[in-house]
């Protein structure tokens, strides 16, 4: 063999191998640029409030010092208050969550594996995810009254409509030619589904639980800011009756760190199914 021939054989192992000849290992102070990165554009916000508050731009009654805000935070920690709203805003929207994940499921799964089925609901379906939650209120406000069952059919709808659509995508993506062969080797439905479009399916299906409980997260502080009586949406509301914008911003603060943490959670859930699909890399 020539020296030509041992270049390019080596680098064909190169490429086979998914390794590029000029490619080095990222220096440390690349990485931790790549991880502060997603900080910068809060940082930068965080800053600009406490000059903007420091200077007096605007007024504090209107903007209160992130030292304010940080204070009310602490004293609702140390009262109880807090814990109280958030555990009441958690367990509706986990409640409502479930209730509509469940229903997306069923009917995605029924329209996915079912033409006749898709062609039954899937218009209907398209019409009224339309509506947005808030015009729904006063429909549902007259079945159900004011009470917890209003806030946790409007939060299973907004829940149901993502979960829905995602799953009736993951169940049409499966290649064709797969489900060819598990006819030849005499599969069943039912194994046709578990075992070969299921596996398939899953990172869509986690795609929209993620996608699913962001719009309840959301439909839940909309419906706490309308009717109710204790929450993190009901603390807004009753900040701005009061006028104290420090307590405003401190729950939305609040809201805010809650519905981060559980998405990176899902999206971690999302990215550990993605890489037990069938044929993923790793």
Same mark, same amino acid.
């Given at each position: ?22 490619? !080095? ?9 790549? /991880? ?9 916000? #965080? ?20 030292? $304010? ?12 208050? +807090? ?15 479930? !209730? &509509? %994940? !469940? ?9 996915? *594996? ?6 039954? +609901?899937?218009?209907? $379906?398209?019409? +009224?995810? @339309? ?7 006063? $429909?549902? #406000? ?5 009470? =917890? ?6 939060? /299973?709808?907004? %829940? ?8 009736? @995508?993951? $169940?049409?993506?499966?290649?064709? !030619?797969?489900? =060819?062969?598990?006819?030849?080797? &005499?599969?069943?439905?039912? @194994? ?18 993620? #996608? ?19 929450? *993190? ?16 911003? /401190? ?32």
């Amino acid at each position: 063999m020539n020296i030509d021939d041992s270049a390019t054989l080596g680098l064909g192992r190169l490429v086979a191998s998914g390794t590029r000849p000029d490619a !080095a290992t990222p220096a440390p102070w690349s990485r931790i640029g790549d /991880a502060a990165l997603p900080w910068l554009l809060p940082a930068s916000l #965080l800053l600009l409030w406490t000059v903007g508050a420091t200077q007096g731009w605007i007024s504090p009654q209107v903007l209160p010092s992130p030292q $304010f805000v940080w204070e009310t935070l602490r004293d609702l920690a140390a009262s109880g208050d +807090l814990w109280l709203h958030a555990s009441a805003s958690l367990a509706r929207v986990l409640i409502g969550f479930a !209730a &509509g %994940a !469940a229903l997306g499921l069923a009917l995605g799964a029924a329209m996915g *594996l079912s033409r006749r089925v898709e062609a039954y +609901l899937l218009p209907t $379906f398209n019409a +009224l995810v @339309q509506i947005p939650v808030l015009a729904w209120l006063p $429909f549902v #406000l007259l079945l159900v009254g004011i009470g =917890e069952p209003l806030k946790y059919i409007l939060i /299973a709808k907004a %829940a149901m409509v993502p979960v829905a659509l995602n799953t009736l @995508q993951g $169940f049409r993506q499966t290649p064709q !030619a797969l489900r =060819e062969v598990a006819k030849v080797y &005499g599969y069943t439905r039912r @194994q046709q589904v578990l075992e070969v479009v299921l596996p398939h399916a899953t990172p869509t299906l986690f795609t929209g639980l993620r #996608l699913g409980f962001t719009k309840a997260w959301l439909s839940l502080v909309v419906v706490e800011l309308v009717a109710s009586s204790e929450g *993190l949406g009901y603390l807004i509301v009753y900040g701005r009756q009061l006028f104290q914008l420090d307590l405003v911003m /401190a729950a939305v603060i609040v809201v805010g760190a809650i519905g981060y943490a559980i998405d990176r959670a899902l999206d971690a859930l999302e990215k550990a199914a993605h890489r037990r699909r069938p044929g993923a890399a790793g």
